[in-house]
């Protein structure tokens, strides 16, 4: 992947350059810029490819502005070919090519950690999907007893059978003090069969939710930070 910098030909003798992606061409870049005594420079927004090139022209002041390359064929006159930056860097002295928002490096920074999170949530979700037919077809109705199996109740008595626990009096004192239901009932709801093989789909269900809920936490703790 290349970069095709063009700057006004006063400016140096080659106004056209291009350089590769590679992270010292584009120092080698931003320092032609400089060299040029350019002072503000124009970024097609292609993908995410553009980000590494805003940021370092941004911290060697170059004021770089992000914009749209489909605007170019909304302006009358010679349109671009894929080898020629010129008449882009001519529509950007000239004011014709429309800045598009960016925010600063800190709310970007929140921003891609708040999308990584939100594309966690989908995921997290189905692995709660094994554990209601494992407990079925073991015959254990927590659902029946529990409003919420991956609330408080539900999420410790499920880890305390994949831990080895079968008494359901032990399990029903697992209940929230908050709790709607007795633990009489819950008792009678943790009475069932134990089949090795659903405990283990137990198992794993559980501890996938488990690690899509760490990576949500784990977002939203480096998002504070």
């Known amino acids: 992947m290349y970069a095709i910098a063009a700057v006004p030909p006063d400016r140096d003798p080659q106004p056209v350059r291009s350089y590769t992606s590679f992270t010292p061409d584009l120092h080698a870049l931003a320092d032609w810029l400089v060299a040029c005594r350019i002072t503000t420079v124009a970024l097609e927004a292609t993908g995410v490819s553009w980000i590494p090139s805003y940021e370092l022209l941004a911290q060697r002041g170059s004021a770089p502005s992000l914009v749209n390359a489909r605007r170019v064929t909304m302006v009358l006159g010679r349109k671009r070919d894929g080898n020629d930056a010129q008449w882009p860097q001519q529509l950007h002295v000239l004011g014709l090519r429309g800045r598009s928002f960016r925010p600063d490096r800190a709310i970007c920074a929140v921003r891609a950690l708040v999308r990584y999170r939100s594309a966690r949530i989908p995921h997290r979700a189905p692995q709660i999907l094994p554990m209601p037919q494992a407990r079925k077809v073991m015959h254990l109705q ?3 007893v529990v409003t919420d199996v991956t609330g408080l109740t539900g999420l410790t008595i499920i880890r305390a059978i994949v831990a080895g626990a079968r008494d359901p009096v032990l399990l029903a004192q697992h209940r929230a003090a908050n709790g709607k239901s007795s633990c009489v009932k819950i008792a009678q709801a943790r009475t069932g069969s134990w089949q090795d093989a659903q405990r283990c789909i137990l198992e794993q269900a559980l501890a996938l ?11 939203d703790h480096r998002s504070a930070a």
């Not at 939710?209 to 977002?219: L, P």
């Open 209 to 219: 939710f488990d690690d899509y809920t760490a990576k949500v936490h784990a977002c």
């Open 142 to 144: 927590l659902s029946a």
